[in-house]
T-cell receptor, first 114, second 112 residues
Framework: DSGVTQTPKHLITATGQRVTLRCSPR?????VYWYQQSLDQGLQFLIQ???????AKGNILERFSAQQFPDLHSELNLSSLELGDSALYFC?????????????FGPGTRLTVL | QKEVEQDPGPLSVPEGAIVSLNCTYS??????FMWYRQYSRKGPELLMY????GNKEDGRFTAQVDKSSKYISLFIRDSQPSDSATYLC????????????FGAGTRLAVHP
């Protein structure tokens, strides 16, 4: 158990809908990362937050947005869903200054868009 | 060309074999190198974390980084059926709190 929690585990929805994925980082971790894992693209970085501020953006679609709240949990919002958005979405967290970029992953949310 | 190349396998070995997994990369700015293990439909689990070139050993696992060749390896000694999983290499640049760039993952099957 990495200490990172994600809810829900599974999500099934229809095209055009909007969903929210939630992540709670390890205790004390200030940085949260979101990744998408699909069969054809592998694990791709989406977006990073550090202590409530957006720090970096990767291959994140405009239909997707995220935020990190004062209690450090983060939410990833996916809207106008398309079939191609079906994937595993992982959250990771990190904080150790002596081991930069050491990231611990949560169990993921499996999104199925029908 | 992808920044990180990793043979997807699958790799099938008998129990007890030494397994060698590799990644090559093109970005010379990468300074931190990691190996993750991912069981089917689970979150990636950090196995090894290394900085710059050199070797690191942890139990049956040894990670090697050769920055001059832009090549990293993970060796698994005395492989067990429980090692059957997908192994992902990941790397990031200098400084803290950087995104990770992942390889495609190598699927490993260790059969009794």
């Amino acid at each position: 158990d990495s200490g990172v929690t994600q809810t829900p585990k599974h999500l099934i929805t229809a095209t055009g809908q909007r969903v929210t994925l939630r992540c709670s980082p390890r205790s004390g971790d200030l940085s949260v990362y979101w990744y998408q894992q699909s069969l054809d693209q592998g694990l791709q970085f989406l977006i990073q937050y550090y202590n409530g501020e957006e720090r970096a953006k990767g291959n994140i679609l405009e239909r997707f947005s995220a935020q990190q709240f004062p209690d450090l949990h983060s939410e990833l919002n996916l809207s106008s869903l398309e079939l191609g958005d079906s994937a595993l979405y992982f959250c990771a967290s990190s904080t150790r200054p002596d081991r930069p970029n050491e990231q611990f992953f949560g169990p993921g949310t499996r999104l199925t868009v029908l | 060309q992808k920044e990180v190349e990793q043979d997807p396998g699958p790799l099938s070995v008998p129990e007890g074999a030494i397994v060698s997994l590799n990644c090559t990369y093109s970005n010379s700015a990468f300074q931190y190198f990691m190996w993750y293990r991912q069981y089917s439909r689970k979150g990636p689990e950090l196995l090894m974390y290394t900085y710059s070139s050199g070797n690191k050993e942890d139990g049956r696992f040894t990670a090697q980084v050769d920055k001059s060749s832009k090549y990293i390896s993970l060796f698994i000694r005395d492989s067990q059926p429980s090692d059957s999983a997908t192994y992902l290499c990941a790397m990031s640049g200098s400084g803290g709190y950087n995104k990770l760039i992942f390889g495609a993952g190598t699927r490993l099957a260790v059969h009794p």
